[in-house]
């Protein structure tokens, strides 16, 4: 089967609030998670062919996120079981604007033992696009089978999508998790970062300077910088741009970044001719079905159960309810 997209990386158990019991305690709800997987499971539901590469335990939680995959419409050709590590699990608190912090459970996680030999090259063949992220290049093996599938992919002529979705409890150190985040940064073409991240990476306050800065050290054709309810952001060579987003009553904003990502994938996949040759505004449409994907994903819990339908998200944008503030696009260099 010749894949639209594939993606390789962490796949595990969110465990998300969902209320107290009747002793008072908190109860949490199990929900499919992993930035890739989400991204993935985004672009399956648009209807595009989708695959994923990874690896979960060979216990109920495992079994659990391999129909879950199916569910959606995502292949499982690549996903792994494994006995020598449990499915890994992410527990994610909530504050009170639906902004979510995790504790994860992963010492090792099943996710972290994915072996270069395990990478399933015959789904990286045709794929149009290829995303990662750096979660799985926290440890190995699985750093190793992660730039495998980027390079074998590349050879090939996919695009390479990469976020580096930056979660400092996975890492030893700030200095390990910059080394390896670079790397994946000089293998991208299109790169995903929310306005933290950018700012981390970069050490530069100003998100246009910063953005700057990382598209011109690693040659990213484009970065992209989301910002919850001011937007988005666009860096391409020439172009510097915001694109408003869909104001939304939030409950829980997991899987937010990822639901946009998937949509704006699909952009690319649609429009079917490499990212140099689209017309400033073509990327400015695609941004603004994007931030609409993203903002109905926050309205719901979970991050895969959140992703919403074409339906959906287009009765969001044709709503018209966004700010009246616009932000001019304007060239850069």
Do not use: C
């Not at 990478?119 to 093996?141: D, K, N, Q, Y």
């Not at 998100?207 to 988005?232: D, M, N, P, W």
């Amino acid at each position: 089967m010749n894949f639209d997209v594939v993606a390789l990386g962490e796949y595990l158990i969110d465990f998300t609030p969902a209320g107290r019991s009747e002793a008072g305690q908190p109860l949490f709800e199990r929900n499919p998670g992993g930035a890739p997987v989400n991204v993935v499971a985004a672009l399956a539901k648009f209807g595009k062919r989708a695959g994923f590469i990874g690896k979960v335990g060979s216990d109920p939680f495992g079994l659990y996120l391999r129909e879950a995959l199916l569910d959606v419409g995502v292949s499982d050709h690549g996903l792994v079981a494994t006995d020598e590590a449990h499915t890994t699990m992410a527990f994610v608190q909530l504050d009170a604007e639906g902004d979510r912090s995790f504790h994860f459970a992963r010492n090792p996680g099943a996710d972290q033992l994915l072996r270069e030999d395990e990478v399933h090259l015959a789904m990286l063949a045709e794929a149009r696009i290829f995303h990662f992220g750096s979660i799985s290049m926290t440890a190995e093996p699985v750093y190793t089978a992660t730039l495998k599938a980027v390079h074998v992919a590349k050879e090939r002529g996919a695009l390479i999508s990469y976020d580096p979705n930056w979660r400092p409890s996975l890492w030893k150190d700030e200095a390990q998790a910059l080394e390896a985040i670079h790397v994946g940064l000089s293998l991208a073409n299109l790169v995903k970062v929310s306005a933290e991240e950018l700012v981390f990476l970069t050490a530069e306050q100003d998100l246009e300077k910063a953005a700057r800065h990382l598209v011109e050290q690693y040659g990213i054709t484009l970065l992209l910088v989301t910002a919850g309810g001011s937007g988005s952001f666009y860096q391409m060579k020439d172009w510097w741009g915001k694109v408003d987003t869909y104001p939304v009553l939030t409950v829980d904003t997991t899987g937010a970044g990822d639901a946009f990502l998937g949509a704006l994938l699909y952009k690319v996949l649609e429009m079917g001719m490499p990212l140099q040759e689209w017309q400033e505004e073509e990327l400015r449409e695609a941004l603004d079905f994007a931030n609409a994907a993203g903002a109905l994903a926050t309205t719901r819990k979970g991050a895969i159960p959140s992703l919403g339908t074409f339906e959906e998200i287009h009765a969001l944008m044709q709503e018209g309810n966004r700010p009246s503030s616009t932000s001019d696009p304007r060239r850069t260099g």
